[in-house]
């Protein structure tokens, strides 16, 4: 399968020890610092298909070069781990938290992202010593930090590693928009494929209806805004089993599905007028039929795949087309829950109709780290699942993701619900 081509993890290990853990504190160090070395190492493992010209690109504002990636990942580790536990590190580059900061005000002031991708130097090989330097200071700090202050760290270390995950598929997501606006079509790894689907009856299953917890149950890690875990009201209702193929896109397409204003919300339909849309992104027409690019470059068009790179636009219109609607993130998660769906996980995350909101009860933490995610709770929807892109061992039934509406090049695809 493909994604063992891009990721070392046996699908769905988990990062560090459980929670509950009766290892030694030995022990526990030598699991952190596995983690940490694989999950550094696929990051690495993902940059190596590219070029350093490759690795500078930045093809949109949204998206960012390979190089800023391994960086940003690494001053992370560097501002929220190594600096506040260890008194003896030394800052790699004073001017890299400027250039490498994201989006945490409190952390200092940052470069302007849409920017990103005019910065030629630090080159890549500064990059790479960058990470060692951090690397190796992680390595000792997981070996040497005391018992008394080890549970900290590792929580630290802990949200640096499912940080690093996240921008592991940002990764592939961003070059492959960078690849899309070459007319020579780029290949990232030419023996990349599609993962393999599940197969089974197709058609719409009942979601338990009634109450349900909804959120992280607390075993394992989870992000914030996973929690806190709280009751929901399921209606009576079913959900598709299968994604929305593209052979269902295609029809769409064909109805005048890009056509017709009456399928598109307001905002929806001023974004296909304004960016001339006529099928998901990276989608092109040839002369011999519709033709799409992929981690392996431009492919046809295969009908039987799920469709990709489509915005919540367009998930809404297509639901409205077939009839149907997009479940809620809460419907989505009991279904999941309840093992009544076929790939909820690792091919395409799954538009829901929830807007992104903080849960009943939600605080951020106090803090930089505290602006991770609860400063986003406004005008963007929630996606559920994971993709082909996100590394093994990642995903989570609560797992939130979140974009604007208008997004299209992450592995975004769409889950039909019907309540009839
Ligand atoms: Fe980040």
């Keep these: 399968m493909a994604r063992t081509a891009i990721s070392p993890f046996p699908h ?16 526990t160090r030598a699991v952190w610092l596995d983690a940490f070395r694989r999950v550094r190492a696929e990051t690495e493992a993902r940059a190596s298909h590219l070029s350093a010209e490759d690795q500078i690109v930045q093809s949109m504002a949204d998206a960012s070069p390979t190089k800023w990636h391994r960086a940003h990942v690494t001053w992370f580790f560097e501002q929220f781990l190594l600096v506040p536990n260890d008194s003896s590190y030394k800052i790699f580059d004073e001017r890299f938290p400027f250039l490498f900061n994201s989006y945490y005000v409190a952390a200092g002031p940052r470069h302007a992202r849409p920017q990103r991708g005019l910065i030629t130097r630090p080159n ?3 990059v790479t010593a960058y990470r060692a330097h951090v690397d190796a200071a992680v390595e000792r700090l997981i070996e040497t930090v005391s018992p008394a202050n080890a549970a900290h760290v590792f929580s630290i270390l802990e949200i640096g590693l499912h940080h ?17 606006q070459n007319p020579t079509d780029p290949v990232y ?3 990349w494929q599609w993962p393999r689907l599940r197969q089974g009856p197709p058609g719409f299953v009942d979601v338990p209806a009634g109450i349900h917890s909804v959120g992280h149950d607390g075993q394992g890690y989870s992000f914030d805004n996973e929690t806190p875990r709280h009751d929901e009201l399921i209606p009576k209702m079913r959900i598709a089993r299968h994604l929305v193929s593209n052979a269902e896109w295609l029809q769409f397409i064909e109805a005048g599905g890009y056509t017709s204003p009456s399928l598109w919300l307001s905002d929806g339909w001023a974004v296909v007028q304004a960016e001339n849309w006529r099928a998901p992104g990276y989608w092109r027409r040839k002369d011999d039929g519709w033709h799409t690019m992929t981690l392996a470059g431009l492919q046809p068009v295969d009908p039987d795949l799920p469709v990709c790179h489509v915005s919540y636009y367009e998930a809404d219109a297509f639901a409205r087309f077939a009839g149907k609607h997009l479940p809620s993130e809460a419907e989505w998660e009991v279904a999941a829950r309840a093992n009544v769906i076929a790939d ?13 909101l903080s849960y009943p009860g939600y605080r951020a933490a106090e803090g930089a780290l505290g602006e991770y995610n609860g400063k986003f709770m406004v005008s963007q929807m929630v996606l559920r699942g994971s993709s082909l892109a996100t590394p093994a061992g990642h995903e989570r039934v609560s797992y939130r993701n979140f974009f604007y509406p208008p997004s299209r090049w992450q592995f975004s695809g769409v889950r039909l619900a019907e309540f009839n």
């Design 164 to 180: 690093e995950q996240q921008h592991q598929e940002l990764l592939l997501t961003d070059i492959l928009h960078a690849f899309a």
């Design 189 to 191: 790894d030419a023996s």
């Design 12 to 27: 769905g290990a988990a990062i560090g020890p459980a929670p509950v853990s009766n290892k030694s504190p030995d022990e």
């Design 344 to 356: 909820a996980f690792g091919i395409t995350w799954q538009w829901t109709r929830s807007a992104y």
């Design 124 to 126: 890549g090989e500064d």
